[in-house]
C-alpha cells in the first residue's frame, strides 16, 4: 500500500520504507484486521504470527556467511534505533531472525509494517553492495586466474648471459 506526498507540485507515491514511525503511547491502537491484510501486501516475504497472544512480524534472512548476517543485524538495528522502534533479533550461522511488534499494543502497528519494509530495503541494500564486491572479485579473478603461473620478475638465467646447462 503507498501513499502520496506532493513534491514541487508533482504528487509522488510514498512507500512504507519511505514512512517514518509515529510515537505510539498509551492511545495507540492496534492494526485492525482489514489494516493488516492491506500493509501485507507490501511486506509478503514477512509471515504474521501469534505469540502468548501477542500478533507479530516475523523473518529470517540467509546471508553466506556469518559476518555477512552480523552486518545486516547491525543495519537493522542502525535502523530501529534511528525510528526508536527495536525488534527482537535472533543471529545464528548465515541466519538473521526479526521479530516486529508494538509492545503498547501487545500486536500490529502500522510501525511495525514500517520497519518490516525498512528492513526488506536495506536487506536489498545489503545484497547489492556484496554483488558490487562479488563483481570486483570476479574481474580480478578473470584478469589473474589463480591457475595461472605468476611469471618471471627479471630476466631469465640465458637472458642474462649466464651458461646453459
Known amino acids: 500500500m503507498t501513499i502520496s506526498s506532493e513534491i514541487n507540485g508533482v504528487t509522488m507515491p510514498t512507500t512504507l520504507a519511505q514512512e517514518?514511525?509515529?510515537?505510539?503511547?498509551?492511545?495507540?491502537?492496534?492494526a485492525t484486521e482489514d489494516e493488516i491484510k492491506t500493509l501485507m501486501l507490501d511486506v509478503p516475504m514477512w509471515q504474521p504470527e501469534t505469540r502468548d497472544g501477542v500478533a507479530m512480524l516475523r523473518r529470517t534472512y540467509e546471508f553466506e556467511t556469518y559476518l555477512d548476517a552480523l552486518g545486516f543485524v547491525n543495519a537493522a538495528a542502525a535502523l530501529a534505533d534511528a525510528e526508536d522502534h527495536h525488534p527482537t533479533i535472533v543471529l545464528t550461522y548465515r541466519k538473521a531472525t526479526l521479530e516486529w511488534w508494538t509492545h503498547t499494543v501487545r500486536g500490529l502497528h502500522r510501525n511495525d509494517f514500517i520497519m518490516a519494509a525498512k528492513t526488506d530495503q536495506a536487506y536489498l541494500d545489503f545484497l547489492d553492495e556484496s554483488r558490487k564486491k562479488s563483481v570486483v572479485q570476479e574481474a580480478s579473478e578473470e584478469s589473474f586466474p589463480a591457475s595461472d603461473s605468476p611469471g618471471w620478475i627479471g630476466k631469465t638465467a640465458e637472458e642474462e648471459g649466464a651458461p646453459s646447462t
Open 20 to 30: 517514518t514511525c509515529v510515537r505510539c503511547g498509551k492511545d495507540c491502537l492496534p
